[in-house]
């Protein structure tokens, strides 16, 4: 308690009391058994990073407990990622479904580009003119030009000679493609092309054989 000479030593100052050894000001009416408090400011970015965890509190309640909000309830969250991944599966699958019927040319040949350029064309050269391996733009063939004979190369690949097996690494569907896009380069006569290895292949020799 303050006693009265206290009191009438405060009155008499117009400035508030200023302790001695901080320079900080001293409260009023803060003092208990003698011992006085002071008003001792906290710095300004403690201070505004305080207030402003307080509205982000208040933000962050509401939006959970008012707005329920699927930001930030995990379990929404989770439940909407699912959603729109098994909506995303349903449509690849009925697109594959649909694919066999719907695929035009123009598919067909982009996706067999799609497998040269990125696999073959490293060994038989980026427009098909042969390099390690054969050229595919002439008339020649080593192991015989019909879709069934390169199908055959592609599945059971020449190891010997550096061509591996795709049995593993390409769909059917991507082999199909990419030997209809091989058969495409058929007389395309792109420069640096190697020269002819194997026999020449005639399609009009080989019965039935669709090109
Ligand atoms: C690492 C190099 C390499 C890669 C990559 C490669 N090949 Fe070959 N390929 C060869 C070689 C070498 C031969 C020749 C084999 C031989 O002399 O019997 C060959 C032969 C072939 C043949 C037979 C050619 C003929 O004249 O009968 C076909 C078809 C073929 N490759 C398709 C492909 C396809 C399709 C791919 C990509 C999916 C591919 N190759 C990737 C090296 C490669």
């Known amino acids: 308690m303050s006693t009265t000479e206290d009191k009438h030593h405060t009155k008499q100052q117009s ?26 400011q906290l710095p300004p970015w403690l201070k505004y990073l305080f ?15 008012v ?9 929404k969250e989770y439940q909407k990622e699912m959603a729109a991944y098994i ?22 040949m982009a996706s067999g580009e799609a497998t040269f350029s990125k696999i073959c064309s490293v060994c038989h050269g980026k427009f098909g003119e042969g390099l390690v391996g054969p050229n595919f733009t002439d008339e020649y063939w080593i192991h015989g030009g019909s879709r069934e004979d390169m199908h055959n190369v592609i599945v059971t690949g020449v190891i010997e000679k550096g061509m591996i097996s795709y049995k593993n690494l390409l769909s059917e569907r991507q082999i199909q493609d990419v030997i209809t896009y091989i058969k495409s380069l058929q007389g395309s006569n792109p ?15 080989e019965q039935g054989t669709p090109s």
Do not use: M, W
Not at 51 to 65: D, N
Not at 92 to 103: F, H, K, L, T
């Open 15 to 40: 400035q508030p009391e200023i302790d001695e050894v901080t320079n900080d000001q001293i409260l009023e009416g803060h003092e208990f058994d003698g011992i006085r408090e002071l008003d001792n």
């Open 51 to 65: 207030y402003a965890s307080i509205v982000f509190a208040a933000s962050y309640l509401t939006l959970v407990f």
């Open 67 to 75: 707005f329920e909000d699927d930001r930030v309830i995990q379990a």
């Open 87 to 108: 909506e995303e599966e349903e449509a690849v699958d009925e697109e594959e479904q649909a694919a066999p019927v719907v695929r035009t040319q123009e598919e067909i």
């Open 191 to 205: 420069p640096n092309q190697k020269a002819p290895e194997g026999e020449k292949y005639d399609p009009e020799a």
